[in-house]
């Protein structure tokens, strides 16, 4: 396996400091959040989960912790929208260049809005997806809202 993504080094780019963690990506698994959290020895709450969604019909990228959903109705009002529906994975795969499970919100084809729930934010690190599966980067979730130029907000539940 590669530590070497478009993730890592756009993290690298942006002067980021973070630490790369592989571990066994199991595609059969119930939620991959929970699995890779599992696998890596950590709370679920510590380990961020990188969704697609469409609000009012435009992508955006939603970041939050492995045991919790999203809110459809706090995603659209966070991202100043109507409505919000999770992207279709074949959808997201095209919009990213990251495979379903490998989904990273860093050194995505383009940059997108994105929300990271706010709750992720009091946490002293957190993993967030490299871009591939079975690689999670470890940073300080500040720095990883300050590169994304994400929003924080409440959007799980």
């Known amino acids: 396996m ?3 993504t478009p993730a890592t080094l756009a ?3 942006a002067g980021v400091e973070f630490t790369v963690h592989a571990y066994d990506y199991d595609p059969d698994a119930d939620s991959i959040g929970l ?5 890596l020895g950590e709370d679920p709450g510590r380990v961020l989960k990188t969704l697609m969604a469409l609000v009012d019909g435009k992508p955006m990228l939603v970041i ?3 045991d919790r959903e999203v809110a459809m109705k706090k995603l659209a009002a966070a991202a100043g929208g109507k409505s919000a529906q999770m992207m279709k994975p074949a959808d997201a795969e095209r ?7 490998g989904i990273s919100p860093f050194g995505q084809r383009k940059p997108l809005p994105a929300v990271i729930e706010a709750d992720a934010l009091a946490e002293t690190y ?8 079975g690689l999670q980067v470890r940073l300080d979730p500040n720095a990883a809202k300050a590169v994304l130029k994400a929003a924080a907000a409440q959007v799980s539940s």
């Open 11 to 13: 993290l690298t780019k």
């Open 2 to 4: 590669s530590r070497t």
């Open 35 to 39: 699995a890779a959290a599992a696998a």
């Open 95 to 101: 919009i990213s260049g990251y495979k379903v499970g």
């Open 126 to 133: 957190v993993y967030i997806n490299g871009g591939q599966r």
């Open 64 to 66: 939050v912790p492995s």
